[in-house]
Protein backbone atom coordinates (compact mmCIF):
# COMPACT_ATOMS: atom_id res chain seq x y z
CA UNK A 1 0.00 0.00 0.00
CA UNK A 2 1.66 3.54 -1.11
CA UNK A 3 2.21 5.90 1.50
CA UNK A 4 0.03 8.75 2.25
CA UNK A 5 2.11 12.18 0.57
CA UNK A 6 0.14 14.36 2.45
CA UNK A 7 1.13 15.41 6.14
CA UNK A 8 0.26 18.03 8.40
CA UNK A 9 2.72 20.29 6.97
CA UNK A 10 0.50 20.60 3.82
CA UNK A 11 -2.43 21.76 5.29
CA UNK A 12 -1.81 23.21 8.46
CA UNK A 13 -2.34 27.28 9.20
CA UNK A 14 1.63 28.25 9.38
CA UNK A 15 0.54 31.60 10.53
CA UNK A 16 -0.78 31.05 13.61
CA UNK A 17 -1.91 33.01 16.58
CA UNK A 18 -0.76 32.56 19.64
CA UNK A 19 -0.04 34.15 23.54
CA UNK A 20 2.42 34.40 26.15
CA UNK A 21 1.83 32.72 29.90
CA UNK A 22 0.95 36.36 31.42
CA UNK A 23 -1.90 37.39 28.51
CA UNK A 24 -5.12 38.50 30.56
CA UNK A 25 -8.69 37.01 30.10
CA UNK A 26 -10.29 39.50 28.65
CA UNK A 27 -7.33 39.68 25.64
CA UNK A 28 -7.47 36.41 24.99
CA UNK A 29 -11.27 36.33 24.50
CA UNK A 30 -11.01 39.19 22.24
CA UNK A 31 -7.99 37.43 20.24
CA UNK A 32 -10.70 33.98 19.86
CA UNK A 33 -13.14 36.45 18.65
CA UNK A 34 -11.45 38.20 16.37
CA UNK A 35 -9.72 35.07 14.19
CA UNK A 36 -12.41 33.02 15.05
CA UNK A 37 -10.83 30.24 17.00
CA UNK A 38 -11.54 28.22 19.58
CA UNK A 39 -7.85 27.93 21.12
CA UNK A 40 -5.04 29.02 21.56
CA UNK A 41 -1.20 28.25 21.88
CA UNK A 42 0.67 29.34 24.89
CA UNK A 43 4.40 30.39 24.31
CA UNK A 44 7.22 30.57 26.58
CA UNK A 45 10.79 31.95 25.49
CA UNK A 46 11.62 32.33 21.73
CA UNK A 47 8.32 30.52 21.08
CA UNK A 48 8.21 26.81 22.62
CA UNK A 49 4.54 25.30 23.21
CA UNK A 50 4.21 24.87 27.22
CA UNK A 51 -0.39 24.87 26.87
CA UNK A 52 -3.20 26.02 25.14
CA UNK A 53 -6.17 27.69 26.09
CA UNK A 54 -9.33 26.69 24.82
CA UNK A 55 -13.21 28.27 25.26
CA UNK A 56 -13.82 25.37 27.25
CA UNK A 57 -10.91 26.30 29.87
CA UNK A 58 -12.42 29.93 29.47
CA UNK A 59 -16.39 29.11 30.23
CA UNK A 60 -15.33 27.74 33.60
CA UNK A 61 -15.48 31.02 34.72
CA UNK A 62 -18.75 31.15 33.76
CA UNK A 63 -19.78 27.90 34.99
CA UNK A 64 -19.01 28.59 38.08
CA UNK A 65 -20.32 31.77 38.74
CA UNK A 66 -23.77 30.98 40.20
CA UNK A 67 -23.10 27.97 42.78
CA UNK A 68 -20.56 26.76 45.18
CA UNK A 69 -18.60 23.71 43.13
CA UNK A 70 -19.08 20.26 44.52
CA UNK A 71 -15.72 18.91 46.03
CA UNK A 72 -14.68 16.33 43.24
CA UNK A 73 -14.82 20.38 40.92
CA UNK A 74 -12.62 22.00 43.02
CA UNK A 75 -9.73 21.28 40.11
CA UNK A 76 -11.73 22.55 37.50
CA UNK A 77 -13.49 25.62 39.85
CA UNK A 78 -9.62 27.09 40.12
CA UNK A 79 -9.76 28.09 37.08
CA UNK A 80 -12.78 29.67 37.38
CA UNK A 81 -11.02 32.63 39.20
CA UNK A 82 -7.71 32.26 36.75
CA UNK A 83 -7.31 35.90 35.14
CA UNK A 84 -3.89 35.19 33.30
CA UNK A 85 -3.33 31.95 30.46
CA UNK A 86 -0.95 30.68 32.71
CA UNK A 87 -3.46 29.99 35.37
CA UNK A 88 -6.28 28.69 32.41
CA UNK A 89 -4.06 26.79 30.16
CA UNK A 90 -4.32 23.07 29.53
CA UNK A 91 -0.81 21.83 29.76
CA UNK A 92 1.31 19.78 28.42
CA UNK A 93 -0.19 21.13 25.11
CA UNK A 94 -1.91 18.36 22.79
CA UNK A 95 0.65 18.94 19.87
CA UNK A 96 1.28 17.23 16.45
CA UNK A 97 4.30 17.35 14.20
CA UNK A 98 4.09 18.38 10.44
CA UNK A 99 5.53 14.91 9.62
CA UNK A 100 2.50 13.82 10.59
CA UNK A 101 0.02 12.47 8.48
CA UNK A 102 -3.25 13.60 8.12
CA UNK A 103 -5.48 10.45 9.92
CA UNK A 104 -2.64 10.54 13.35
CA UNK A 105 -3.81 14.38 13.05
CA UNK A 106 -7.66 13.15 13.13
CA UNK A 107 -6.82 10.19 15.64
CA UNK A 108 -5.45 12.67 18.02
CA UNK A 109 -8.12 15.11 17.51
CA UNK A 110 -10.91 12.26 18.32
CA UNK A 111 -9.06 10.73 21.36
CA UNK A 112 -8.37 13.77 22.87
CA UNK A 113 -11.13 15.47 21.73
CA UNK A 114 -9.62 18.72 20.62
CA UNK A 115 -10.63 20.63 17.39
CA UNK A 116 -7.66 22.16 17.03
CA UNK A 117 -3.56 21.06 17.99
CA UNK A 118 -0.49 23.75 18.05
CA UNK A 119 2.36 22.06 14.94
CA UNK A 120 5.37 21.68 16.62
CA UNK A 121 9.03 21.41 15.78
CA UNK A 122 11.40 18.22 17.21
CA UNK A 123 12.43 20.50 20.12
CA UNK A 124 8.70 21.79 20.90
CA UNK A 125 8.80 25.39 18.91
CA UNK A 126 5.61 26.38 17.37
CA UNK A 127 5.42 26.05 13.38
CA UNK A 128 1.83 26.70 12.75
CA UNK A 129 -1.86 25.48 14.06
CA UNK A 130 -3.65 22.78 12.18
CA UNK A 131 -8.06 22.26 12.53
CA UNK A 132 -10.73 19.56 11.39
CA UNK A 133 -11.42 22.25 9.06
CA UNK A 134 -7.62 21.89 7.46
CA UNK A 135 -7.90 18.08 7.75
CA UNK A 136 -10.78 18.47 5.12
CA UNK A 137 -9.07 20.25 2.67
CA UNK A 138 -7.81 16.88 0.47
CA UNK A 139 -11.48 16.41 -0.15
CA UNK A 140 -11.30 19.65 -2.44
CA UNK A 141 -8.92 17.93 -4.60
CA UNK A 142 -9.87 17.75 -8.43
CA UNK A 143 -11.49 14.28 -9.53
CA UNK A 144 -8.85 14.18 -12.31
CA UNK A 145 -6.06 14.68 -9.69
CA UNK A 146 -6.84 11.86 -7.76
CA UNK A 147 -7.44 9.53 -10.98
CA UNK A 148 -4.08 10.45 -11.56
CA UNK A 149 -3.19 9.47 -8.03
CA UNK A 150 -4.21 6.05 -8.08
CA UNK A 151 -3.00 5.13 -11.55
CA UNK A 152 0.31 6.24 -10.36
CA UNK A 153 0.43 5.21 -6.50
CA UNK A 154 -1.66 2.31 -6.75
CA UNK A 155 -2.46 0.55 -10.39
CA UNK A 156 1.19 1.00 -11.71
CA UNK A 157 1.99 0.20 -15.01
CA UNK A 158 1.90 -3.46 -14.66
CA UNK A 159 -2.32 -3.13 -13.57
CA UNK A 160 -2.60 -0.31 -16.54
CA UNK A 161 -1.04 -3.22 -18.86
CA UNK A 162 -3.56 -5.98 -17.70
CA UNK A 163 -5.94 -3.34 -18.24
CA UNK A 164 -7.25 -2.46 -14.54
CA UNK A 165 -8.12 1.49 -14.17
CA UNK A 166 -10.22 3.97 -12.11
CA UNK A 167 -12.61 6.60 -12.34
CA UNK A 168 -13.47 9.08 -9.98
CA UNK A 169 -16.49 10.68 -9.27
CA UNK A 170 -17.15 13.17 -6.47
CA UNK A 171 -14.36 11.31 -4.90
CA UNK A 172 -15.47 7.94 -4.98
CA UNK A 173 -12.98 6.09 -6.85
CA UNK A 174 -14.72 2.81 -9.15
CA UNK A 175 -12.19 0.65 -10.12
CA UNK A 176 -12.79 -1.09 -13.22
CA UNK A 177 -11.20 -4.48 -15.29
CA UNK A 178 -10.45 -8.01 -15.15
CA UNK A 179 -8.27 -9.25 -11.88
CA UNK A 180 -7.67 -13.35 -12.07
CA UNK A 181 -6.83 -13.08 -8.03
CA UNK A 182 -9.55 -11.99 -6.24
CA UNK A 183 -7.65 -12.34 -3.12
CA UNK A 184 -6.41 -8.99 -4.11
CA UNK A 185 -9.73 -6.88 -4.36
CA UNK A 186 -9.32 -5.81 -0.43
CA UNK A 187 -6.21 -5.13 -0.72
CA UNK A 188 -6.24 -3.03 -3.91
CA UNK A 189 -9.56 -1.77 -2.47
CA UNK A 190 -7.81 -0.25 1.00
CA UNK A 191 -4.56 1.05 -0.92
CA UNK A 192 -7.44 3.09 -3.50
CA UNK A 193 -8.63 4.17 -0.45
CA UNK A 194 -5.57 5.51 1.22
CA UNK A 195 -5.39 8.21 -1.57
CA UNK A 196 -5.91 11.43 -0.18
CA UNK A 197 -9.14 12.76 -1.15
CA UNK A 198 -11.05 9.20 -1.74
CA UNK A 199 -14.14 9.08 -0.15
CA UNK A 200 -15.60 5.96 -1.08
CA UNK A 201 -14.05 2.21 -3.06
CA UNK A 202 -16.19 0.70 -5.56
CA UNK A 203 -15.04 -2.29 -7.62
CA UNK A 204 -16.18 -3.08 -10.70
CA UNK A 205 -14.01 -6.33 -11.09
CA UNK A 206 -14.61 -9.41 -13.83
CA UNK A 207 -12.53 -11.99 -15.24
CA UNK A 208 -9.30 -11.91 -17.46
Known amino acids: MPASRYTVSDVMTHTAIAIGRDAPYKE ?15 LEGEGRVIGVVSEADLLQKEEFRAEEPRPDEFADASKAGA ?23 ARIMATRKVKRLPVVSGVGMLEGVV ?13 AE ?9 LGEQAA ?30 AVGAVEGVVDVRMDLGAP
Open 28 to 42: IVALMDQWKVSALPV
Open 146 to 154: IEEDVRRSV
Open 161 to 190: AAGLDVEVTEGVATVRGPLADRSLVPLLAR
Open 83 to 105: VRAGELMSSPAVTVHPDATLAEA
Open 131 to 143: SRSDLLKVFLRAD
